[in-house]
């Protein structure tokens, strides 16, 4: 029997080579699928993981003292209560944003957000110096924000603040993160801090936190505190599972969420792919909105890139104003008269 085995083996043993070759090649396939589908936000080819915010350094080199001893006394509104909070919300966000000129509503729209701005000095000026409007974002702990954050104003920019929020992963989220585990009144505590350290803003978007924004009760006191103060929220989407965005709607706070990153590989042509990829999908949607870094690739492509806009038909806007025609299409559907 085993020399009638064996005799059998080599008699077949090409075509037994060949099924197994074909066994291998689909578990390589498979496998190849299996890592595109769970880690890239448009599989395969050259997107990155949504995760990608919280895998990129940044050289800080501007951080400012934010231990307890240099915490403000005025943290926001910490001394109020639900019970005696202002009874009407003032919509901060509208009051902060920047105005568009002309006339842009039959025109495809994008925006640029640039987030991890004030803690690399010559890369926050070189993206401050472009041509705009864009949307920037600090980072609540950089060195002299009241200052930097006012010239970046002075050139028709809009502000954000770039919310530190727990990543998964042993990732550092910088000082003053809200963080899953922590009580709601030290998440409270670290939020007032974070919206107390410069003026102007519309709203916020998240730092990291793959980890926070999964979490509904944390992220519910935030947003009852971001609420209050008539800010809105965009969903930087470093998670599948974000919960900011559909708890913002719940809370009827304005909010959006991110189309691209731009630069999830520093490479000028790349950077210019990804917005063309944008500039496609705002040809097909009316708008779409980008996240940038303060990478001298980023304000390169971005330098090159905002001439062509004009020949295109295509309008560069602040986050505000394709928010505002958001909520002014709902208020219309609703039958309410738009501000």
């Given at each position: 029997m085993k020399q009638a085995g064996t005799a059998f083996f080599w008699t077949y043993r090409k075509e037994a080579l060949s099924l197994a070759g074909l066994f291998l090649l689909g578990m390589g396939f498979g496998a190849t699928w299996i890592f595109y589908d769970?880690?890239?936000?448009?599989?395969?080819?050259t997107e990155m993981s949504l995760a990608f915010e919280e895998d990129h350094?940044?050289?800080?080199v501007e951080i400012?003292?934010?231990?307890?001893?240099?915490?403000?006394?005025?943290?926001?509104?910490?001394?109020e209560t639900k019970e005696n909070a202002p009874p009407d919300i003032v919509e901060t966000w509208k009051l902060n944003a920047v105005q568009v000129t002309g006339h842009v509503a039959d025109k495809p729209q994008v925006t640029i957000v640039i987030d991890d701005l004030g803690v690399v000095k010559n890369l926050t000026l070189g993206v401050i110096d472009l041509k705009g409007p864009l949307t920037l974002s600090f980072l609540p702990y950089g060195k002299n924000l009241r200052e930097i954050t006012q010239l970046a104003a002075g050139n028709g920019h809009e502000l954000m603040v770039h919310l530190p929020m727990e990543p998964q992963g042993d990732k550092n989220?910088?000082?003053?993160?809200?963080?899953?585990a922590a009580t709601d009144g030290k998440n409270l505590e670290d939020l007032y801090f974070n919206l107390s350290q410069f003026e102007g803003y519309v709203g916020l978007n998240n730092h990291m936190g793959s980890?926070?924004?999964?979490?509904r009760a944390g992220l519910s006191v935030m947003l009852d505190e971001v609420k209050r103060r008539g800010l809105l929220v965009l969903d930087s989407r470093t998670s599948r599972k974000s919960l900011l965005?559909?708890?913002?709607?719940?809370?009827?706070?304005?909010?959006?969420?991110?189309d691209f990153f731009l630069d999830n590989i520093q490479d000028v042509d790349y950077i210019l792919g990804q917005l063309f990829k944008l500039e496609e999908m705002a040809k097909k949607?009316?708008?779409?909105?980008?996240?940038?870094?303060p990478y001298k690739e980023t304000i390169e492509a971005l330098t090159l890139w905002r001439p062509t806009l004009k020949e295109k038909g295509i309008v560069?806007?602040?986050?505000?104003?394709?928010?505002?025609?958001k909520y002014d299409k709902i208020l219309l559907a609703k039958g309410k008269k738009r501000e």
């Open positions: 769970n880690n890239f936000e448009n599989p395969p080819k350094n940044i050289i800080e400012a003292d934010t231990t307890s001893s240099n915490i403000p006394k005025d943290l926001g509104y910490p001394s989220p910088g000082p003053h993160a809200l963080r899953v980890a926070f924004t999964e979490d965005a559909d708890l913002s709607s719940d809370k009827n706070i304005p909010n959006m969420t991110r949607r009316g708008h779409a909105i980008a996240i940038g870094h560069l806007v602040p986050l505000s104003h394709i928010m505002k025609k």
